[in-house]
């Protein structure tokens, strides 16, 4: 059974067409990794899930309800998030802030709840296995694996059916790729739908079950991981 | 201690440290030009001239303050005191024809024109995506030649006198204009560090894609700023209408400057998501004892705004270095 899917999606900026007739079905607790060379379209694909672009033409379903027309921060609640590649984190203000972002736990007049949502952010940093040293200084004070990981923790705080990352591991020491990995690893054993884009093909071969190449905005290949070597994926990136 | 001093005052431990170093600054500064124009002028420390500072500074307090949301969320509001003396000229036309009207109308037709002229902005803002100098720089200019048009050119004198109660009497013996200052005062420091609305503003003036990404939607919430601005530049029209017992077209000219100095001297980012209520009213405070003092010394007008610029790039120059350490 499948959790999205995306059927026949066309995307164009002006004359140039990012995305052209892309169709795709993604299962639960499922890591699929779209690859491909600079300008194939994995980051704009991403973001017309996301909600970020509005679709030209084509359908997106989640769960077999119709998403084409919703905007971001409907999807968001419907249960689509994203890890953006810059993060999208405010970082003059705190992590929980951050985590509560769009979502804010509030009583009557709007007033923070910040009790509240400071004991349910810590938790659930403490559950993901996340150790940050004081959940009250601004995220720009953290490491940039630390705010990897809270903008992990925001996306999957409120239980997504799927996830969507932009180069999560691009700007990581090697440690630090290691500690996202296993976040993301999590996340299919939690059962969600994790699409990934990576340049990065050794992580992608790491944490992915499912390899989509895209070329010129098409999907040239979509093959499991364990049916392809890294030499192939490379071959087929710049074919 | 801090954490539990930044916890109570809604701000991060970073951000609550910068606010305490831009607060212990202002302290600072307005220290020394207390002890300095007490030293200089017999007249400077006594109940009457304090009194008179925190009236004489209402009206600008109140402009730093709707100010002090738009630069949080990393815009500018050039058109506040225009708004300010559209506001005052309105009712003022309303009261000349009608003198019976409760004095509480006053209050909320002042309020509801500066609500109105923000509503505008932040409408124009979302049709246009020009910036907000732009948009606010041509407000001033529509608004101002409204005022002169409404009021044909003159002042309106001679308001009833229950409405220049307001701003000449006092309530439970506090002076009019400190009272409506102090409510504002405490509604502004709720609202930008205590709920939804003000997290998303600091948000957006940190990171207008992230912002938008998370699904707030960051035009209604520019409109909703700019209310919030034109709604307490509308509360200073009233302020400045029933201080000075007239709706007078040119009132607060060149006040949007000082209040958009004095937000800077509270330790606010021109570029958004940062920014304290504290210090703003730190920032005004600062500027009235200045301007006061000078006036004491009989100190020329023209020094005076020298003095006011000077301090406004202390602040900058020290601001940078202490970004820097």
């Known amino acids: ?239 | 201690m801090i954490t539990a001093s930044s916890q109570k005052l809604g701000l991060s431990k970073g951000r609550f440290r910068r606010a305490a170093l831009s607060f212990a600054r202002n302290c600072a500064f307005l220290l020394i030009l207390c002890v300095f124009f007490s030293i200089s002028s017999r007249y400077f420390l006594t109940f009457s001239n304090i009194e008179n500072i925190l009236t004489s500074s209402s009206v600008l307090a109140l402009l730093a303050l709707g100010s002090v949301f738009v630069i949080a969320s990393g815009g500018i509001d050039l058109s506040v005191a225009a708004v300010m003396a559209l506001s005052g000229v309105v009712t003022a036309a309303v009261y000349r024809d009608n003198p019976e009207l409760s004095s509480w109308l006053a209050l909320l037709i002042c309020a509801s024109v500066g609500t109105l002229c923000g509503v505008v902005s932040g409408i124009l803002l979302a049709l246009t995506r020009a910036p907000s100098f732009i948009i606010s720089l041509g407000m001033l200019s529509v608004t101002r030649a409204l005022a002169y048009i409404v009021a044909n050119g003159a002042p309106i004198y001679d308001l009833p006198q229950n409405v220049t109660e307001w701003g000449q009497g006092t309530v439970l013996g506090v002076p009019g204009p400190v009272a409506i200052m102090l409510l504002a005062l405490i509604g502004s420091y709720l609202i930008l560090h205590h709920t939804r609305l003000g997290t998303h503003i600091l948000v957006l003036g940190d990171n207008s894609f992230a912002a938008e990404a998370m699904g707030i939607r960051i035009h209604n919430l520019r409109t909703k700023i700019f209310a919030i601005s034109g709604a307490l530049s509308g509360v200073a029209g009233f302020v400045f209408m029933t201080r000075t017992n007239a709706g007078d077209p040119t009132a607060g000219q060149n006040y949007e400057l000082m209040a958009i100095t004095a937000v800077i001297l509270g330790g606010a980012n021109l570029f958004g998501g940062k920014a304290t209520i504290i210090g703003t009213v730190m920032g005004v405070l600062c500027l009235g004892v200045l301007q006061n003092g000078l006036n004491l010394l009989a100190v020329s007008s023209y020094y005076q705004v020298l003095f006011v610029g000077v301090v406004l790039i202390s602040a900058a120059m020290l601001e940078r270095f202490e970004d820097m350490a």
């Open chain 1, 1 to 239: 059974m499948s959790v999205l899917e995306i059927s026949d999606i066309h995307k164009s900026f002006g004359a140039l067409d990012v995305i052209k007739g892309v169709s795709l079905v993604f299962k639960p607790g499922t890591v699929t990794a779209l690859v491909g060379d600079n300008g194939a379209g994995k980051t704009s694909l991403l973001k017309l899930i996301a909600g970020i672009y509005p679709l030209d033409r084509g359908d997106i379903f989640l769960e077999e309800r119709d998403l084409s027309m919703a905007e971001a921060g409907s999807r968001r609640s419907l249960g689509i998030e994203m890890v953006y590649q810059d993060l999208a984190l405010a970082r003059n203000q705190d992590v929980i802030t951050n985590l509560y972002l769009g979502r804010e736990r509030v009583s009557l007049g709007g007033f923070l709840r910040r009790g509240e949502m400071r004991e349910r952010g810590q938790q659930l940093l403490k559950d993901m296995g996340i150790n940050l040293p004081a959940l009250n200084r601004p995220v720009g004070a953290f490491s940039g694996g630390q705010q990897q990981a809270i903008a992990i923790a925001r996306a999957v705080m409120f239980n997504p059916k799927v996830l969507l990352l932009d180069e999560p591991t691009a700007a990581l020491a090697a440690r630090e790729v290691e500690s996202t990995l296993a976040l993301i690893n999590k996340q299919r054993d939690a059962g969600r739908v994790v699409i990934l884009v990576s340049h990065r093909l050794n992580d992608v071969m790491a944490v992915s079950d499912r390899i989509v190449v895209l070329k010129h905005g098409q999907v040239l290949t979509d093959d499991p991981t364990g049916n392809v070597s890294l030499s192939q994926v490379v071959e087929r990136i710049v074919s």
